[in-house]
């Protein structure tokens, strides 16, 4: 490696210069919404993939197949159906829900 360049080499971006009329970098710019695991204890459920009118449901367990590909407004609403099949006495099939 050449004596010039270093493994670890500390940028000060506050001494940068903006260039004129440029305004200053946001600290956080938001991108777009992720995906989310749902668990239930220590197994995964699945995951809630956001679309245009919420989340899409994907099962990881075939305990959950019920509600793959079902849409739901959002993830918390998507965790509740989860977690409503895991009570005792729950229906394997889950009722529709509106969107």
């Known amino acids: ?32 919404a992720l995906a989310r695991v749902i ?4 197994v995964a459920a699945g995951i809630a993939v956001p679309e245009d ?4 449901f994907f099962s990881a367990s075939r305990d959950f197949d019920g509600l793959d590909g079902m849409l739901f407004r ?11 099949l895991t009570r005792p006495g729950a229906r394997k099939t889950p009722r529709a829900v509106a969107v």
Do not use: I
């Open 39 to 42: 668990e239930v204890g220590e």
């Open 74 to 84: 959002s993830p918390e609403q998507a965790a509740r159906a989860v977690r409503d």
């Open 1 to 32: 490696m050449p004596t010039s360049l270093s493994l670890v080499t500390p940028v000060n971006h506050t001494d940068t210069p903006l260039p004129s009329g440029e305004p200053p970098p946001l600290p956080f710019e938001p991108g777009p």
């Open 53 to 56: 009118r919420g989340v899409r």
